[in-house]
């Protein structure tokens, strides 16, 4: 499990479009949960050793050094191993029938032994869990209800927004034959020991760069040395886009100052004046400083440091047990996907449908799947094809930083033949 899988589509800034209503089958199952935050208390420690300043006043952020990224990638996955762990009891052995229980009468039929349910009609029910809220970013998704795309191809799909966590648990328990994760997590959750496989490719460019004021931001990944960074803390597809940035110029975390904004107010921390750079997402951040007056610039991994973006991933049962239902799914998707592409307005109205807070702020909402289009189609949608290419590069990179141990073979994290079969 990871604390940020806030990439498109689970960005945490993106306008709140939330809805408080469970909504039949063929709809979203919303679920609003206040969060609160309460500051921590001002506390200064010694520089030595990996620590941390707490500078908690106006800026509300931290100044910090680390022990390094294999220290907090090791975090990562001492929880991932906690969801594991329940995974792995789930699968333990059945409850004790009662007197007189017929297991027969209690038991769901499913599909090839996956969770998927087959209705009288044909027609295949399954639960896609998506990260954070319902927003203009899951148009794609939207517009395969809603078009028919999912049932011509004989699919029932339920959608659950759920907080970006326990998306990979989700879908490693069978609980959801489907979600959406970054690619970067599904390595870190793969060798933690959590079943899960990335099928399809959604987001062709990174979403995640480094955005400064314009004039600001360095041409090369070198021009970093010595800069202030702010980044919502030192896990997810953020903290792993500028290490890798950094590792691409030279540099190392020792070479920068880093403030970290848990509340992901980092575009404050650039407009006060109290960094030179954010981490933040090309469909988000950009788009609330220029809404402020601020001509931004922006320095992405895609051609110094490529990552693979986000994308579908399955049960690594749910895989073996009906590779056709996986693939019935992801090319629905990627059709309703490519629909969108060419026809912008078309993903707007199916949002706009099943979200109708959007209407409020109909400008930004399109802003948002304009930008979002963007990361989608990168050089060129590709249909949901993984690039393994760039998949080695990024495996690479993740090792060499510490984020994964390499125990866990690239192949038992992808499967590109999910795609490219005829």
């Not at 693979?308 to 992801?330: K, M, N, Q, S």
Request: glycine share 10%.
């Amino acid at each position: 499990m990871t604390r940020d899988q806030r990439t498109d589509p689970n960005d945490p800034n993106a306008p709140d479009y939330r809805a408080d209503e469970t909504r039949p089958v063929e709809r979203q199952t919303y679920v609003r949960e206040e969060q609160h935050y309460d500051p921590p208390p001002v506390q200064e420690r010694a520089p030595a050793g990996g620590s941390q300043v707490n500078v908690n006043a106006e800026g509300g952020g931290y100044v910090a050094t680390s022990p390094g990224p294999l220290y907090y990638a090791r975090r990562v996955v001492s929880l991932l191993f906690g969801i594991l762990a329940v995974l792995l009891a789930a699968c333990g052995s059945p409850a004790t029938q009662g007197p007189g229980q017929n297991p027969a009468a209690t038991t769901t039929p499913t599909v090839s032994g996956t969770g998927a349910t087959p209705e009288a009609t044909g027609v295949t029910k399954l639960t896609l869990a998506l990260g954070y809220i319902p927003s203009v970013q899951f148009a794609p998704f939207y517009v395969a209800q809603q078009e028919g795309y999912y049932a011509d191809a004989g699919l029932r799909v339920e959608i659950e927004h759920r907080q970006a966590p326990d998306v990979q648990r989700l879908v490693g328990s069978g609980e959801a034959e489907f979600g959406v994760a970054d690619a970067t997590d599904v390595m870190i959750g793969r060798t933690a020991g959590i079943p899960i496989t990335y099928v399809s490719t959604l987001y062709q460019s990174f979403p995640v760069a480094l955005i400064g004021e314009a004039g600001d931001v360095p041409a090369e990944p070198s021009g970093l040395d010595g800069l202030t960074i702010g980044t919502p803390g030192r896990f997810g597809s953020s903290w792993h886009a500028l290490l890798a940035l950094l590792e691409a110029g030279g540099l190392g975390e020792e070479d920068i100052t880093i403030r970290e904004y848990p509340q992901f107010n980092q575009v404050d921390g650039l407009t006060n004046g109290d960094v030179d750079l954010i981490t933040g997402f090309r469909n988000n951040e950009p788009l609330r400083l220029r809404a402020r007056d601020l001509e931004v610039e922006l320095l992405t991994v895609d051609d110094v440091a490529p990552l693979p973006g986000p994308g579908v991933i399955t049960g690594d049962e749910t895989l073996a047990g009906d590779p056709e239902l996986v693939r019935a799914f992801v090319e629905a998707t990627a059709a309703a996907q490519r629909a969108v592409i060419d026809d912008p307005d078309l993903g707007f109205a199916a949002a706009e449908r099943e979200v109708p807070e959007i209407a409020e702020d109909p400008d930004v909402a399109r802003a948002v799947l304009e930008a979002t289009i963007e990361l989608w189609e990168g050089d060129g949608f590709d249909e949901g094809a993984i690039d393994v290419g760039m998949w080695e590069s990024a495996y690479a990179t993740m090792e060499r930083l510490g984020f994964i141990d390499g125990s866990v073979p690239l192949e038992e994290m992808i499967a590109p033949e999910v795609v490219a079969a005829d």
